[in-house]
């Protein structure tokens, strides 16, 4: 009995050692297999990484203005109409700014030194108009705080000052640029590129008039900008201009305008017209029935002039439509929206007080749609 279990035990130790062996030999393949799979790959295989989860868009915040959030300015932005509002009329201050669009009202951020409409004269107040891009938006509010530009639809601003040394110069945007220039003339043009704040000067060639300078500076659609020599539009005068095609660093040779005491007027599309102020020209061009001595040019070389007035793009409102009944000799531009037109009336005699209406038959009749 003790031979038989001596030899029981024997047998257990001996099937236990083979299993170890076995379990041994398994792990070796894997491991030789993992190697055959991985020669010429100095650092193996790289381990495969669950997908992150994407993340959920932020939550449109829809918020409606109050009864205290007055209108004073509004623009069209994206294919909706942007409003501006104060909770003061009585003094600058910084004002929100809300998207009207299909979906309700959203507030979108705020914009500083906002000037209330007709604060201390007619002409004072906060201007909004679209930029270059989709998103971009320029805000004018007071000659002292310059203008602002977003390249957000709003919801960022940055200021925009003046070049050094000019502080009552005039900044306009044409293109994807802003161009300045003092009121009176100027002998340099100062640039700079929509979305940067350091201006940048060109020189433009001597004018021959008595000022040796510019006093006028018209852009045309495809960005070709045309300076009228300073002196030249006064009676009696036979004025000049010069062109640059190239935002202002190269200009063409000195180029006379039509007729006498003529003055650069406008730019409408790709043509440029020319306004004259003596009696020959005006009968030239059809006098009361006519042009009212304007001319005009496609080519910026030759001029013809025109038997009717120019025709600027369409208005808003039809012609007559959209009257403002209370303060009409300051009445607000109307901004068209898809298929709306959105104005700011006058509620009292002040000026400053508004109410934001839309209209949906071509300015005939308007409704109300802030509180």
Not at 185 to 213: C, D, N, S
Not at 314 to 337: F, H, K, S, T
């Amino acid at each position: 009995m003790e031979r038989g279990e001596r030899e029981r035990r024997h047998r257990r130790r001996v099937l236990a050692g083979l299993a170890a062996a076995e379990a041994a030999a398994a792990v070796l393949a894997v491991v030789v297999g993992f190697l055959v799979s991985t020669q010429g790959n100095e650092h193996g295989p790289l381990p495969v990484r669950a997908p992150e989860p994407t993340p959920a868009p932020p939550p449109v915040v829809v918020e409606l203005p109050g009864q205290r959030d007055l209108p004073i300015a509004v623009a069209e932005i994206r294919g909706a109409l942007l409003v501006a509002t104060l909770r003061r009329l009585d003094r600058p201050g910084t004002a929100t700014l809300w998207r009207r669009a299909a979906g309700g009202w959203q507030r979108v951020g705020s914009l500083e030194d906002a000037v209330p409409r007709h604060l201390d004269r007619d002409s004072a107040g906060t201007y909004l108009s679209p930029g270059p891009g989709r998103l971009d938006l320029v805000a004018r509010t007071s000659d002292s705080a310059g203008l602002r530009f977003s390249r957000d639809g709003g919801a960022t601003w940055t200021r925009l000052a003046p070049p050094a040394g000019c502080g009552g110069c005039y900044v306009v945007l044409h293109g994807d640029r802003f161009y300045a220039r003092r009121p009176d003339h100027f002998t340099t043009l100062a640039r700079v590129a929509f979305g940067a704040t350091a201006w940048e000067e060109r020189a433009i060639p001597a004018g021959a008039g008595p000022e040796r300078g510019y006093g006028a500076l018209v852009a045309l659609a495809d960005g070709t900008l045309v300076v009228e020599e300073a002196g030249g539009c006064v009676a009696g005068a036979r004025g000049h201009y010069r062109v640059s095609r190239d935002h202002g660093e190269t200009w063409s040779g000195r180029r006379a305008l039509p007729g006498s005491s003529n003055c650069l007027a406008d730019a409408v599309g790709g043509t440029l017209h020319a306004h004259c102020n003596t009696t020959g020209c005006y009968y030239d061009t059809g006098g009361d029935g006519g042009g009212e001595g304007t001319y005009a040019s496609t080519d910026l070389r030759h001029w013809e002039p025109l038997l009717e007035p120019p025709r600027p793009d369409p208005p808003a409102c039809p012609r007559g439509r959209g009257r403002d009944g209370v303060y009409r000799w300051v009445d607000e531009a109307p901004v068209r929206v898809g298929n709306e037109v959105a104005k700011l009336f006058h509620l009292t005699r002040n000026g400053r007080e508004h109410v934001l209406k839309v209209s949906r038959d071509e300015c005939r009749t308007w409704q109300r749609v802030l509180p």
